[in-house]
């Protein structure tokens, strides 16, 4: 069994700055992907910025230059670092692993529960 959790998420002023964390724990071989996604209602999930293992680092247009996505070296654990935050950016954010268990050959889509953002005045 394979566990994202999330954490970080709140409310913050617009113009603010906030930092999420996304650490992976269970029976984990290897990652080779990792993301941020977000949603709010009604609307489908979108891709904020992604991670690939030996491959490019990759952003949503609209939050190239405010966000940045990193990781540690464990490759366990990914951060979300958003700045100039916009009420547009309140959403659940997600993040979402590919990660491969102990005795699979195979990388499988994990996500976490998801962590609110709320940008307010």
């Known amino acids: 069994q394979v566990q994202l959790v999330e954490s970080g998420g709140g409310l913050v002023q617009p113009g603010g700055s906030l930092r999420l964390s996304c650490a992976a724990s269970?029976?984990?071989?290897?990652?080779?992907?990792m993301g941020w996604y977000r949603q709010v209602p009604g609307k489908q999930r979108e891709l904020v910025a992604r991670?690939?293992?030996?491959?490019?680092?990759n952003y949503a247009d609209s939050m190239k230059g405010r966000f940045s996505i990193s990781r540690n070296n464990a490759w366990n654990t990914v951060y979300l670092q958003m700045n100039s935050l916009k009420p547009d950016d309140t959403a659940v954010y997600y993040c979402q692993m590919a990660v491969r268990q102990y005795g699979s050959a195979v990388y499988k889509e994990t996500w976490g529960q998801g962590t609110q953002v709320t940008v307010s005045s």
């Open positions: 991670i690939v293992r030996g491959g490019p680092t």
């Open positions: 269970g029976s984990i071989f290897s990652i080779n992907v």
